[in-house]
């Protein structure tokens, strides 16, 4: 994992789906959930997606708050 991508998980936003134009860092667990049962998307998306499930499964998503602009 590149630390930028902690970066880009509160910046990024999901671009398709039932939450599209929702930050990546901000999605639902179950729905990252969802993605890790049924495959993540190709590229950079799935990459996110995938290190966000790792996160929010750890119970870890309050790492992100430090990073999130003002």
């Known amino acids: 994992m590149n630390p930028e991508d902690l970066l880009?998980?509160?910046r990024v936003r999901m671009p398709?789906?039932?939450y599209e134009g929702?930050?990546?860092a901000d999605l639902p667990g179950p729905y990252l959930a969802w993605f890790a049962r049924e495959g993540f998307p190709a590229g950079e998306i799935?990459?996110?997606l995938a290190l966000m499930h790792e996160i929010d499964h750890n119970g870890?998503?309050?790492l992100?708050?430090?990073l999130r602009r003002p």
């Open 8 to 10: 880009k998980l509160v």
């Open 16 to 18: 398709f789906g039932k």
């Open 22 to 24: 929702r930050l990546i």
């Open 46 to 48: 799935g990459r996110l």
């Open 60 to 62: 870890l998503s309050g």
């Open 64 to 66: 992100l708050d430090p």
